[in-house]
């Protein structure tokens, strides 16, 4: 021994781990190795990652446009589609993988000092890497199908990491609540759904009738979407605050995201020295 | 034969206790609730509010105590279900405790079981890399340590292996070698040496004696008691979550096997043979050295074997024979009074007798069986009772030469 006096540390299971690194290194790992994992055995590999949402588009577009005719002065309604299902279905993974995040990796919790958070966080973190993956083509198309590049452009990532932080925060809540209540999971995959129709995924939010528009625009989800619009598809279409009646109204969709990542992280924190042992 | 604590290790020891200690464990105690109906969905809680208000409690750890010094090989055991697992848990600090206080000096190793997260999908590569990392290295480190850890578990050539095409075997070698890379001042080590052939644990054993060497504090958890008698330096038996001993190896190893065949059922439906009319065999037991009966004792230490016998007619010169027989039922013991001349002289109704036979305890780890006889004079075939099996007795110990008895004996080699 060299006789260096080394703290005494007290051991608990925790929610962040003391060492920070250690915590980072942690959830890239998981998360790295979870992408990975995705694909193994797979020819295509990556094509997949893509065949998904663009499918779906393709779909989707036909009968839009072709049958419901939802495209009328709408300009790169194609374009719009694709963006706005791209990231609904990363917000849809972040969230729905966390639910049983927890569960599955039982192993992990039950033989190792783990810090709890990063479970949650490396879900969120692989889902953000296939939606980096899946945007490089989805820019790529947007290209094509000829929507010139703006400085709005750079709201993208504000957005994304907005949508990030709410999945997170929603996430959070999910796998803390379904260590104790199996029922989390059919639940969420309704409000999942519910959700797809309550944003403008399909339809732009410009459709929906005026005086639902600020009940429309208090669902984060859709007012990230709309100002997506018009930052990254359609400059000329109403940015968010404008369509919402007002700046200080965005209080709202923002106040729920902050009150949903509180509430999680704190039900989690609650949660987090117990998760073992109620696996 | 018996044991003696070489001079070495009880300077150890003493040297031992004088260090800070590494762990302590004050009151330390963790319940588990658990309910009588568990009710999981939000309906079954809905219909039934007050339903699960019932539970049964269960102390996994009740009210631990003690401290483990720098540079100790410490081994917790206990049986099945005894606690031992949770008291490594909240040590490690996975299950929070109800009460107590748990302080550890130096970094703690974060996992308790070997290959923890590894994925059988990816090959042994990704897999060292994941697992040096969850252990606690960088990504760097974990990096620069792969060679060394890839050729101590010797599976250079299955590096590109996806993992679920290893062997159990290899997969516990990479487990451990990877292990083994974490800097950590104290690990701990839940049964980790069942598994990997001969030459491997014997590499495993070289790690720990060479962690020890290096001041690292490692707390063992294990059934096997020649383990805990060759490594460990002190260790802690537990009972149903309560610290039953803290002592030197070879003293908690008895123990140990003390409780598991302190209650060693006699055989069941003994045989009887002769009338029993004129004489009558009352009991036959084991006896130690000071003469408390037993039914388990140590491997090597002094035992007496014991018949009592009652007479309801005259006999004259009446012959009492004993017969040990081990789990294969092979006779490896017997003896009688005519072997040695005894003329044991004339019995009148109501006189009783007590044969006790004391011998160097040659017998091996198991459970023996005896059996009494009482005849009359001659070849020993006019039987007046016979009783088989009518005690039992187990030995314990953890040297197992695999031989049916070990006889004392002394060992020369010369080189030539």
Redo the contacts between chains.
């Keep these: 021994m060299n006789g260096v006096a080394v703290e005494v540390e007290h051991q608990r299971p925790s929610l962040l781990g003391s060492d920070l690194r250690r915590f980072w290194n942690l959830a890239l790992t998981l998360a790295v190795t979870d992408f990975k994992l995705r694909f193994y055995g797979s020819v295509l590999g990556y094509v997949w990652t893509l065949a998904r949402p663009f499918m779906f588009f393709g779909v989707i577009y036909f009968v839009f446009t072709e049958i419901v005719g939802l495209d009328k002065d709408v300009p790169n309604y194609g374009v719009y589609i694709l963006f706005a299902l791209v990231l609904f279905q990363f917000f849809s993974e972040a969230t729905g993988n966390c639910v049983n995040a927890l569960v599955s990796r039982e192993n992990l919790l039950r033989k190792m000092r783990f810090p709890r958070l990063v479970i949650p966080l490396a879900v969120v973190l692989t889902a953000l890497f296939n939606l980096g993956m899946t945007l490089v083509a989805v820019f790529a198309f947007a290209l094509a199908a000829g929507v010139t590049p703006t400085w709005g452009w750079l709201e993208l990532p504000v957005i994304v990491a907005l949508l990030t932080f709410f999945a997170t925060g929603l996430g959070l809540l999910l796998s803390a609540l379904f260590v104790r209540y199996r029922d989390v999971q059919p639940i969420w995959d309704v409000a999942t759904q519910i959700l797809f129709y309550a944003s403008p995924i399909l339809y732009v939010s410009t459709m929906v009738p005026e005086s639902y528009q600020r009940a429309y625009l208090a669902n984060p989800v859709a007012a990230l979407l709309t100002e997506m619009r018009h930052a990254v598809v359609d400059p000329g279409a109403r940015p968010v605050w404008d369509a919402i009646g007002g700046g200080e109204r965005l209080l709202v969709p923002g106040g729920i995201v902050v009150v949903v990542f509180v509430l999680g992280l704190w039900v989690f924190r609650r949660e987090a020295p117990r998760i073992a042992e109620n696996l | 034969m018996s044991v003696t604590v070489p001079q070495e290790a009880a300077e150890r020891s003493a040297r031992l206790a004088r260090?800070a200690p590494a762990v302590t464990v004050e009151a330390l105690s963790k319940t588990?609730l658990l309910p009588h109906r568990q009710y999981?969905?939000?309906?079954e809680?809905a219909l039934h509010p007050f339903a699960s208000r019932t539970f049964d409690t269960l102390h996994a750890v009740d009210d631990a105590t003690f401290a483990i010094h720098?540079?100790e090989f410490f081994g917790i055991v206990g049986r099945n279900g005894s606690g031992k697992s949770t008291l490594l848990?909240c040590?490690?600090?996975?299950?929070?405790a109800d009460a107590g206080?748990?302080?550890?000096?130096?970094?703690?190793s974060?996992?308790?079981?070997l290959g923890?997260?590894f994925?059988p999908?990816?090959t042994a590569r990704?897999n060292v890399i994941?697992n040096a990392?969850?252990l606690?290295l960088?990504?760097r480190q974990a990096r620069e340590r792969f060679d060394e850890i890839i050729a101590f578990a010797e599976l250079e050539e299955f590096l590109d292996l996806k993992l679920k095409n290893y062997s159990s075997g290899m997969t516990v070698r990479l487990a451990f070698s990877v292990a083994v890379q974490v800097d950590a001042?104290v690990l701990l080590v839940d049964e980790v040496l069942a598994v990997g052939d001969a030459a491997f644990q014997q590499k495993c054993f070289d790690q720990f004696h060479r962690l020890k060497g290096e001041?690292k504090t490692i707390v063992f958890v294990t059934h096997d008691m020649s383990a805990v008698e060759r490594f460990c330096d002190r260790a802690l038996l537990l009972e149903r979550g309560r610290i039953m001993a803290i002592d030197a190896p070879h003293a908690i190893a008895r123990a140990y096997n003390e409780l598991n065949f302190g209650r060693v059922a006699p055989a069941e439906a003994q045989d009887r043979f002769g009338d029993h009319e004129a004489a009558e065999i009352k009991a036959a037991w084991f006896e130690d050295a000071a003469g408390e009966r037993t039914t388990s004792h140590p491997q090597g230490e002094p035992l007496r074997l014991c018949m009592e016998v009652a007479f309801h007619a005259p006999v004259q010169d009446p012959l009492l024979l004993l017969h040990l027989r081990n789990e294969v039922r092979h006779t490896i013991f017997a003896t009688s009074t005519d072997l040695h001349d005894a003329a044991t002289g004339r019995f009148e109704p109501g006189e009783g007798a007590t044969l006790r036979v004391e011998l160097e305890n040659w017998l091996v780890p198991g459970r023996y069986d005896l059996t009494a006889t009482v005849a009359r004079a001659g070849s020993g075939a006019d039987v007046l009772d016979l009783r088989e099996d009518l005690a039992s007795l187990m030995v314990h110990g953890t040297r197992q030469s695999g031989a049916v008895v070990e006889i004392p004996h002394t060992l020369e080699l010369q080189r030539s």
């Design positions: 260090t588990f999981s969905t939000l309906k809680r720098q540079g848990k040590l490690a600090g996975i299950y929070e206080h748990t302080a550890v000096r130096g970094r703690l974060p996992f308790i079981e923890v997260g994925n999908d990816l990704d994941i990392i969850m606690g960088s990504r001042d001041g």
